[in-house]
């Protein structure tokens, strides 16, 4: 929401969102270190320009910034940030009678900063007004003007930058016709965060219905050893009963030999669990990008740019189709360029690659899991499967406090039916007819007379549009734990 004001007329622009739409597959969530924003509160943003709105312009401190601008020039068109940040202060200044201006959020981003504070008393031409004007070193001055007293810390709840808190009735020019107040804001601290704020930012995530990509841009550099790799796995652990969103990772920025990301990428599947490891995906090198606080290049984790070029060739072709052999935009060359050998064994480890490629740029070279697993290796594969655990809870959801009878049973058929019918046309699925393709089974065979009657079991058999095993899905209503989706 933005404020202009001239004198007697007061404009408000408030932006149009839409609707969360949670059968889509293109929507990211990025937790990660931001200039400024709330801490701890999902943000949905649809633009560059609501990134700068509600987190601030780019300072050069974080990777978070630099790969939601790679993500939306690529092509994505909606995210989920949520800023991390450790226990940080909030800059600040007194202004009179126990009134205080505050910075909207925490940070050493608002030190410096200038309000200026003018007080009319009221005169033939109208009643008492104030004006109040805010800059913020690299921020867009804010002026709001002829304001009542009265109404000043409800009318700067509009600002990007500053908040008024007040003690009783507002400060008055003391019988004098004007006065005027100009306050520094101080004490404004950042704090790195820690293992606990990332865990956090995972659960938060985790309770979003839309997302169905995660990136931490800023995790490679804010935590190290043990606290980054069970973060990781925190992650997954957290994401995978979900089924519903692909995890992607970027190598840490001090591993720099192939060696090292091996014996990372490693760590991370070392304990063997597919299906944690079919939940995310690496890409390597770093990008090279234009900086955006300043002039020249800079190292940028490839995961928001590759998230931007999956959300637009899901927009353009679906998510079952493999995100790759796909320009990357708002990049100009690779942070680490390494031989085609070294190349080929990161690729033999399930990393996937951004390659340079003579005549085309920078190209998305490959789409697989970290699992060993045939049937969980693919990204294409894992992503239609996100697409179909949506589309049941929605045609499933409204149905769970129903009566368990055989209407009930051939109702759910008939709803999940025609979402495999409409997934079978778009080319996501094998086979020439629709019973090749997939097999929904809700009857007595998997609700036998003894089963528990608040329980209603529907299985799923789902085959992939390239040659692999069928994937088979297990929905069970229950009256009273809701609606579940097991992969089987």
Avoid: K
Avoid at 107 to 122: C, D, E, K, L, P
Avoid at 312 to 325: F, K, V
Avoid at 380 to 403: E, K
Wanted: proline share 9%; aromatic share 4%.
């Amino acid at each position: 929401m933005t404020s202009a004001a001239l004198p007697g007329v007061t404009l408000t622009s408030v932006p149009r969102g839409s609707d969360t739409e949670p059968l889509r597959t293109d929507v990211a969530a990025f937790l990660g270190r931001t200039r400024r924003g709330p801490v701890g509160t999902p943000v949905r943003v649809e633009s560059w320009n609501d990134v700068v709105g509600a987190f601030g312009p780019p300072d050069g401190s974080a990777a978070t910034p630099y790969a939601l601008r790679g993500f939306f020039e690529n092509g994505g068109r909606t995210a989920w940030v949520l800023r991390v940040s450790g226990p940080a202060e909030t800059a600040g200044a007194e202004w009179a009678d126990g009134w205080r201006v505050v910075a909207t959020s925490p940070g050493a981003w608002a030190n410096g900063g200038r309000v200026t504070i003018r007080y009319q008393a009221s005169s033939v031409a109208g009643p008492p007004t104030t004006t109040v004007r805010v800059v913020v070193p690299g921020e867009r001055a804010e002026t709001f003007a002829g304001l009542p007293p009265e109404a000043v810390a409800d009318r700067l709840t509009t600002s990007r930058l500053v908040r008024f808190v007040p003690d009783g009735a507002p400060p008055g020019a003391g019988g004098a016709i004007s006065a005027t107040w100009d306050l520094a804001l101080t004490g404004g601290t950042d704090a790195a965060p820690g293992r606990a704020e990332y865990s956090t930012a995972v659960r938060d995530q985790a309770d979003l219905p839309e997302p169905a990509l995660v990136a931490l841009p800023d995790l490679g550099a804010d935590l190290v050893g043990a606290d980054r790799g069970d973060l990781v796995l925190e992650l997954l652990r957290t994401t995978a009963p979900l089924l519903d969103r692909l995890v992607v990772l970027d190598v840490p920025p001090e591993l720099s030999t192939v060696d090292e990301v091996l014996a990372w990428t490693g760590g991370l599947t070392g304990d063997g669990d597919d299906v944690l490891l079919s939940t995310a995906a690496v890409y390597h090198p770093p990008l090279r990008a234009p900086e955006l606080a300043g002039t020249g290049l800079r190292d940028v984790p490839a995961s928001g740019h590759v998230l931007g070029v999956v959300a637009r060739l899901d927009a353009e072709r679906g998510p079952h189709h493999t995100p790759a052999n796909a320009v990357v935009l708002d990049a100009v060359d690779l942070a680490v360029d390494h031989p085609e050998p070294q190349l080929v064994r990161l690729f033999e480890a399930n990393v996937d690659l951004v390659r340079c490629v003579r005549g085309r740029g920078l190209v998305v070279w490959g789409g697989r899991t970290l699992s060993a697993d045939p049937r969980r290796r693919y990204v294409a594969h894992r992503r239609l499967l996100h697409l179909l655990v949506r589309a049941i809870r929605r045609v499933a959801s409204p149905l769970v406090f129903d009566v368990n009878s055989p209407e009930l049973r051939l109702a759910l058929v008939r709803s999940l039916t025609s979402v495999l019918l409409e997934t079978f046309r778009s080319g996501a699925l094998a086979g020439a007819r629709p019973e090749q393709a997939f097999r929904v089974v809700c009857d007595e065979t998997n609700n036998p007379p003894e089963q528990d009657p608040a329980l209603v079991v529907c299985e799923i058999d789902v085959a992939p549009a390239v040659p692999m095993e069928f994937v088979r899905l297990r929905l069970v209503l229950g009256q009273d734990r809701g609606l579940e989706v097991v992969e089987s």
